[in-house]
């Protein structure tokens, strides 16, 4: 079997940023838009849920439990399709596609995040929030200025692994054809259909040197973080 790499050569600024010339970003750069994207969405709404579900507990933290059970109960592929179909309804609009795939990642992930959150936060010793109410701090002055700066460093390695699940995930995306890598390298490959081989080797490539680049940096910032 030989290999033929010049589908490769021409298809290779598509491959990377599809139609960004026309406003329509695909490829690497879409796939890079949403995992930043719902990544950063996913952090915010999973450490809410968690600073609420320690700071309250009993039912809150129940119903926040059955939720994130509910979410994780569910295949992401499913939660892709479903919101893709169900918010133009719910808004009573059209949706853009890559928006909707950030939703749904983000919805999804976040459910972990909490998790994970949580699980730094009532690591710490109880001694920690005792010290903060002898010095007359409330529960959330408490979890923001004691709790969550300590938790965050052993939190971070976590949080890595998430991200860069979250990037292999917006490989998903191609059940709503929006144009991301895997979804650019499949019309590519429906239009000359003789090297799905050397297409699909060359996406694998891409998603191991993305997601290789990003535990990469993430560690050696931690590094330097734990030096200084």
């Known amino acids: 079997m030989e290999f033929d790499y010049s589908v490769l050569h021409d298809n290779f600024t598509y491959m990377l940023w599809g ?6 970003p695909g490829g690497v750069l879409l796939t890079l838009i949403m995992a930043v994207s719902a990544g950063f969405l996913a952090l915010v709404f999973g450490v809410v849920m968690a600073a609420l579900a320690w700071r ?5 933290r129940k119903v926040l439990f059955i939720w994130a059970s509910f979410i994780r109960g569910i295949p992401l592929i499913f939660v892709i399709f479903w919101l893709y179909f169900l918010l133009p309804v719910v808004f009573g609009g059209s949706i853009p596609g890559p928006l909707t795939v950030i939703i749904a990642l983000a919805w999804f992930t976040s459910a972990a995040v909490m998790h994970s959150t949580l699980a730094g936060l009532e690591s710490l010793p109880g ?12 529960k959330t002055q408490i979890l923001v200025f004691i709790l969550l700066p300590q938790a965050w460093p052993n939190l971070l390695p976590s949080y890595l692994g998430l991200l860069i699940s979250l990037l292999k995930d917006t490989s998903l995306a191609f059940i709503v ?7 650019v390298a499949g019309q590519v490959n429906n239009r000359v259909q003789i090297y799905p081989a050397e297409i699909f080797l060359f996406v694998g490539v891409i998603y191991y040197l993305l ?11 931690l590094k330097q973080r734990q030096a200084s």
């Open 19 to 24: 139609r960004v010339a026309d406003g329509e």
């Open 127 to 138: 001694g920690q929030t005792e010290a903060g109410i002898a010095s007359g701090f409330s």
């Open 211 to 221: 997601c290789s680049a990003l535990a990469y940096l993430a560690g050696k910032g």
């Open 56 to 60: 309250y507990g009993g039912w809150t």
């Open 177 to 183: 054809n929006v144009p991301e890598l895997t979804t």
